[in-house]
């Protein structure tokens, strides 16, 4: 029941020639590729650390899909073709709400904000993983696919094929695909808006392999040349200190609880979104746009024709 192969492992070789080339083309002028040394050398540590954290808990995380499989509600064979067809959708749906629930509540976002704390955004940008993914729990929006009848092993590889899909999108090099392929699949035009700060692109494109969840979720929001992309958390932290990328919104949070009045507060700090506070002395992403479009009514009624609906709270980093 084990992954025959991994997919990730295997494209490790492609991922550290695909950064040495696109450091040498920004250097020789040939591409937009923005490096820094001690960045860099942050993402390549955090992408490290995560893989370790991952062999600590990845055991425990297969062991329970087994167990949920073993409670499977349909018998789905590995060789069938539409099974795989079904398991990449239905995988990439749920990476989708993973990705936005990890953005709209704290509590996961603690464990997600190392991956968009960089200021730059290249192909290293992409290995800035999480160390605490496991322990934050986000795996179990995967199970129900090991009740519904899909292996845990072709759940394994199908999310390894994902993100390594994700890998080429975190980079600045490659402008616009073809309109039809931006109408359906995740660029790294989309993905530079969701890795962008600015009120406009703030929580917008959690999309995996496939931007039409977004579309239809109404989270969608396209790259505007009149509006270039800044990078990382809506209050940069401001160093590489490897531990306080890792761990610095859990640390926030444990400051807040121990301030904390009530249930309800310790709730909101908990599980509200980013920069809830009980006085409404922070700021969410919800209320930054607000705010935003309010002051830009023409930016915003020319953005009617790509309306996507109400705007998810979540993306700003807690202010402590």
């Keep these: 029941m084990s992954p025959d192969f991994d997919p990730v492992a295997l494209a490790v070789p492609f991922f550290v020639l695909a950064i040495v080339l696109e450091i040498i083309l920004g250097r020789l002028g040939r591409a937009k590729a923005h490096y820094e040394p001690r960045d860099t050398f942050t993402s390549l540590a955090m992408g490290l650390g ?157 999309a995996g392999v496939l931007i039409i969840w977004d579309r239809l979720f109404g989270t969608f929001q396209a790259e505007l040349d009149e509006e270039p992309c800044r990078y990382g958390v809506v209050k940069n932290l401001g160093t590489f200190n490897l531990l306080r990328v890792a761990f610095h919104e859990w640390a926030a949070i444990g400051r807040d609880l121990l301030t904390a009045r009530s249930l309800r507060e310790a709730a909101g700090y908990l599980f509200g979104p980013p920069g809830w506070s009980l006085d409404g002395s922070r700021e969410t992403s919800h209320q930054i746009r607000a705010r935003w479009a309010a002051s830009q009514p023409q930016a915003v009624s020319r953005e009617a024709g790509e309306a996507t609906g109400p705007t998810p709270a979540a993306r700003s980093e807690s202010r402590a």
Aim: overall charge positive.
């Design 50 to 206: 995560s893989t370790t954290a991952g062999l600590l808990t990845g055991g425990a995380i297969f062991a329970a899909s087994l167990w949920v499989y073993e409670h499977r509600l349909f018998e789905i064979p590995m060789t069938a073709i539409w099974a795989w067809v079904a398991l990449f959708l239905l995988e990439d749906m749920t990476y989708y709400w993973f990705h936005r629930l990890a953005h709209e509540r704290r509590f996961w976002w603690a464990s997600h904000v190392n991956h968009h704390t960089s200021q730059h955004y290249n192909l290293s940008t992409a290995l800035r993983q999480t160390w605490t993914g496991g322990v934050a729990g986000t795996w179990l929006l995967w199970l129900p696919l090991s009740l519904i009848g899909f292996p845990p092993a072709m759940v394994a590889i199908q999310k390894g094929i994902s993100l390594v899909y994700q890998f080429w999108i975190h980079t600045e090099a490659i402008g616009k695909m073809p309109r039809w392929f931006e109408a359906v699949f995740n660029t790294p035009s989309h993905h530079r808006v969701h890795h962008a700060r600015n009120p406009r692109y703030l929580d917008r494109n959690y």
